[in-house]
């Protein structure tokens, strides 16, 4: 297996723990450990803020009794004396073990990855780090006049392991090293409220980051909002961005969570697969694997192969996100979206949003800058922890767009968009453009009619 950027090897830790379990006297165990090296800077007017290194160690260990019940334990030291530590605490947990609830392991651990690829690239040293940053923020400062500070800024690459091991064979390990550059601007004219807007960037690697892109975008986007407007308080025809539609898609995820289904903290039951819940040309698919997704998982927290999964085809629901445990709940196969735990958590990868292939997707020709009727750009949502009430569906949330009205477009100055995501995805119009990579999922923009908007007045 070739070395890790960590230095780690998971035939050879899985070699060890078997040896520790046999002295140990335990027969069932697993192990999930994810490792990284952190390199990060900010800056401030031209000057360092913050310079950081980090290494991180997260591992986790589950043993399972004689009478089934799992303990569970985590450290962060992968040495021969952490790790009999680790097993002997969760050795000793699994006696008040939950009896009601006891996760196995996936019947997928074991079976063939497919690849991914995922370049690995060599860090560059922090200095260098320092000096793009600081060029990218004179850049960004000397794009417009309005522009007096990148009060939020950073530049960060990282080189990391995942692994997950188990007694009954299975030995998965993932090496990935990425990077991001974000920055966020902050503009004000004579005798008007400061206006910011920011961007991001992905890569597998810091030399291959669009900075270029960023701080054209970071600079239009800050620029954009200086024109500000307060709205009317009514219902507008709205259009969401692919970062603020897949943001109010991943707030109602639990549609589509098994482990919430079971919970009874879902907006669906167990009956609700093949039931309609959106506009007929709508397909959503959890697409971990995308070629886009930068960080890609080739596994879930179980060893469980990722996979693209249709969770809805034509406005209808098709799958639930499973873990072992609800997938044996339900009967069906685990679908690789599994976090690791007593009691396994189940949650969402990457989405992909767009139309039903042959269903004409819905109003076609859309474009928000030749509507007659005033529309609603949704640019980016706030506050989705406060303002959203998943169990219930309903949503309250600041949001940063624009008012446009035959062409013509005005930032709003404040205001928040309401509404219900069971009402929101059978009022979805049809969509303008083609889909974008975002940080979150492959998404175009969406038309969605009658949405409440108030204004701050």
């Not at 890790?4 to 006297?25: F, H, I, V, Y």
């Not at 969770?311 to 639930?320: K, P, S």
């Not at 709940?329 to 139309?355: C, L, N, Q, R, Y």
Request: aromatic share 6%; proline share 5%.
């Amino acid at each position: 297996m070739t070395r890790s950027p960590s230095g780690l090897d998971a035939e050879t830790l899985r070699s060890r723990l078997d040896q520790m379990a046999a002295r140990s006297g335990i027969r069932q165990w697993d192990l999930g450990a994810a490792c990284s090296t952190d390199t990060s800077v900010q800056v401030d007017r031209g000057e360092a803020k913050q310079m950081k290194g980090a290494q991180r160690s997260s591992i986790t260990v589950r043993v399972w009794n004689d009478d089934g019940l799992v303990g569970i334990t985590s450290t962060s030291d992968l040495s021969d004396a952490g790790l009999e530590r680790a097993l002997a605490g969760a050795s000793e947990a699994s006696a008040f073990g939950n009896a009601d609830d006891i996760p196995a392991f996936s019947p997928l651990a074991t079976a063939p990855l497919q690849p991914l690829d995922q370049p690995i690239k060599e860090p560059v040293s922090i200095l260098d780090l320092l000096a793009t940053l600081k060029d990218a923020e004179h850049q960004l400062l000397e794009s417009h006049p309005a522009i007096d500070t990148v009060p939020y800024n950073g530049l960060a690459q990282r080189s990391s392991d995942r692994i997950y091991l188990n007694s009954a064979g299975a030995c998965r390990q993932q090496q990935l090293t990425t990077a991001s550059l974000y920055l966020y601007a902050r503009a004000e004219e004579a005798g008007r409220k400061p206006r910011s807007a920011g961007a991001v960037r992905l890569a597998y690697g810091a030399g291959d980051l669009d900075i270029a892109g960023c701080i054209k975008e970071a600079a239009g986007l800050t620029a954009s909002h200086l024109d500000y407007a307060p709205i009317e308080t009514g219902r507008y025809t709205c259009v969401f961005s692919p970062e603020a539609f897949l943001d109010l898609i991943g707030a109602f995820s639990n549609l589509f969570n098994a482990r919430a289904v079971l919970d009874g903290v879902s907006l669906s039951n167990r009956e609700s697969l093949g039931n309609t819940i959106a506009v007929p040309f709508l397909d959503l698919h959890d697409h971990g694997r995308h070629p886009g997704n930068i960080g890609a998982s080739a596994f879930d927290g179980e060893g469980t192969p990722t996979a693209r999964l249709a969770l809805m085809e034509g406005g209808v629901l098709r799958h639930f996100l499973h873990s072992e445990a609800t997938a044996r709940a339900f009967g069906v196969a685990p679908t690789g979206h599994a976090g690791m735990g007593a009691k396994v958590s189940v949650g969402p990868d990457w989405f992909e949003i767009g139309a039903t292939p042959g269903s004409g997707g819905g109003q076609q020709g859309l474009d928000r800058f030749t509507a007659e009727e005033p529309i609603v750009w949704i640019d980016s949502l706030s506050a989705l922890h406060a303002g959203v009430k998943a169990s219930q569906g309903s949503f309250s949330l600041p949001f940063d767009g624009w008012l446009l009205k035959r062409g013509e477009r005005h930032s709003i100055e404040a205001a928040t968009v309401a509404g219900d995501i069971r009402q929101v995805l059978k009022a979805i119009v049809g969509f303008e453009g083609e889909a974008v990579i975002t940080p979150d999922g492959l998404c175009p923009h969406v038309w969605v009619e009658g949405l409440s908007i108030t204004g701050d007045t």
